[in-house]
């Protein structure tokens, strides 16, 4: 089956890429203003505590500097964002690798801020290097491996930066966190985090492009063959990955009718007559998917049936008078659970080759069937009227399907024919 349209596809991935860095922007905001809260209220309301830490306190306003730019940016970046998402314009992507730059240097402000406050071996044990590790992990969210290996890049290249420029580093000296290994092996975690996260970011970006082909492959075979066609066949339709060829072929087809019915739509109201078609359709739906058909056209109160197209049936004939039988069965349990709207149905079948395929303009395409053996099960369903006759099939059906119990009526005059068709009517 066609795989879906690329600007479909480009939009819609566009799209579910914006929603999702939006949905990163809130999450980080809302974590930085937490943070901005709890080291404002630690300043403040704790002094002697920050004065036990942070050797005899900080100022009560360094958080607003060190966090404050942070959080500020970040709600502004986000409602650049939703102004850009509302109006359906992208998000350009050397300014997402910009904005991930400036966002994980939060960290390493608070730790250069942090180190003339206290102890610059106790503030790489401190809480700010793990921001880093926050960053990597929103940056999944991107849907994006680049960005996430990138921001895993930037945390690990300013870490080692910060412990060369901050520590006094031996290359191979006796205590453990003043050696360059010992911090090297904590930057190259860093930047294998950035790995893994751009693995995880790709993994749901292929997710989410596996879901829309699947819905617009989905989407496609219902635009071509309406809503009415089983889910077994959909997925067979699916299979084949390529449309239906047009192409000519010997089908199946079954033209049914309600009698009466147009009569009957003058004594109802509007939503009543809906109501009841499509109940008495679902039902039909029912038979015809059982029986390997679908449903190509919904004609008011009929419509038109094919076996044996799209997918190949060599037992159409068969499976059309299956079906014909038990919709007659379906009629009559119909009509004694609902007397007061009984109906009466009458069925024109008829067997041979036509003209198969896609029609349709760029915007709204349709499968359909075409020639005279779709005008002939027409015309047979239209005779039942005359022969009062539920089932009426042609000769092709009638040899093709073996102990069908149908009575000859001979050859009779059919409209738009010169010659006279022979009909079997079915018991």
């Known amino acids: 089956m066609a795989a879906a349209a690329p600007d479909f596809f480009a939009d819609a991935l566009r799209r579910e890429i914006m929603r999702s860095e939006i949905q990163r922007m809130r999450v980080l905001a809302v974590i930085?203003?937490?943070?901005?809260?709890t080291t404002l209220c630690v300043a403040n309301l704790f002094p002697s505590y920050a004065a036990r830490i942070f050797n005899g306190g900080i100022?009560?306003?360094?958080?607003l500097a060190g966090v404050g730019p942070f959080l500020l940016y970040e709600i502004l970046a986000l409602n650049i964002l939703k102004w850009r998402a509302a109006r359906d314009k992208d998000f350009p992507r050397i300014t997402r690798f910009g904005n991930?730059?400036?966002?994980?240097?939060?960290?390493?402000?608070?730790?250069?801020?942090?180190?003339?406050?206290m102890d610059p071996q106790l503030v790489f044990a401190f809480w700010p290097p793990l921001l880093f590790f926050v960053f990597i992990i929103l940056s999944t969210l991107r849907l994006d491996f680049a960005l996430s290996l990138w921001t895993g890049a930037i945390a690990a290249v300013q870490q080692m930066i910060l412990v060369l420029w901050l520590l006094p580093l031996e290359p191979w000296g006796n205590i453990p966190n003043e050696t360059l290994l010992f911090h090297f092996s904590r930057t190259a975690v860093l930047f294998g985090c950035g790995v893994v996260a751009?693995?995880?970011?790709?993994?749901?970006?292929n997710q989410f492009e596996n879901s829309v082909r699947a819905v617009a492959a989905r989407d496609h075979v219902t635009n071509l063959f309406g809503?009415?066609?089983?889910?077994?066949?959909?997925?067979r339709l699916l299979a084949q990955q390529t449309d239906?060829?047009?192409?000519?072929?010997?089908?199946c087809v079954m033209f049914?009718?309600?009698?009466?019915?147009?009569?009957?739509?003058?004594?109802?109201?509007?939503?009543?007559?809906?109501?009841?078609?499509?109940?008495?359709?679902?039902?039909?739906?029912g038979v015809v998917d059982r029986h390997n058909g679908i449903i190509n056209k919904f004609l008011g109160d009929g419509f038109l049936a094919i076996f044996g197209a799209p997918l190949d049936d060599p037992a159409a004939a068969e499976n059309a008078l299956a079906a014909s039988h038990d919709m007659l069965a379906v009629v009559e349990t119909w009509n004694r659970a609902r007397p007061q709207h009984a109906l009466r149905v009458g069925i024109g079948i008829h067997m041979g080759e036509a003209v198969?395929?896609?029609?349709?303009?760029?915007?709204?395409?349709e499968y359909t069937v075409i020639g005279d053996t779709v005008n002939l099960a027409a015309r047979l369903e239209q005779l039942t009227k005359e022969t009062r006759a539920q089932i009426l099939v042609s000769t092709a059906v009638h040899e093709a399907v073996q102990s069908d119990g149908a009575t000859d009526l001979g050859p009779l005059a059919i409209r738009g024919y010169e010659e006279k068709v022979r009909v079997w009517r079915i018991a």
Do not use: C
Not at 32 to 37: D, G, Q, T, W
Not at 59 to 63: D, S
Not at 358 to 365: A, D, F, I
């Open 244 to 251: 239906p060829p047009s192409e000519m072929r010997t089908i």
């Open 356 to 365: 198969t395929g896609t029609v349709g303009s760029p915007q709204r395409k």
């Open 227 to 235: 809503q009415h066609v089983s889910p077994a066949v959909v997925d």
């Open 256 to 285: 049914l009718d309600i009698r009466g019915f147009t009569a009957m739509t003058r004594q109802r109201a509007a939503a009543e007559t809906v109501e009841l078609l499509n109940a008495f359709f679902a039902e039909m739906i």
């Open 100 to 117: 991930a730059l400036v966002e994980t240097t939060l960290p390493a402000g608070i730790i250069i801020t942090l180190s003339h406050y």
């Open 198 to 205: 751009g693995i995880v970011a790709q993994s749901l970006r």
């Open 32 to 37: 930085l203003a937490l943070l901005l809260l």
């Open 59 to 63: 100022p009560g306003w360094l958080p």
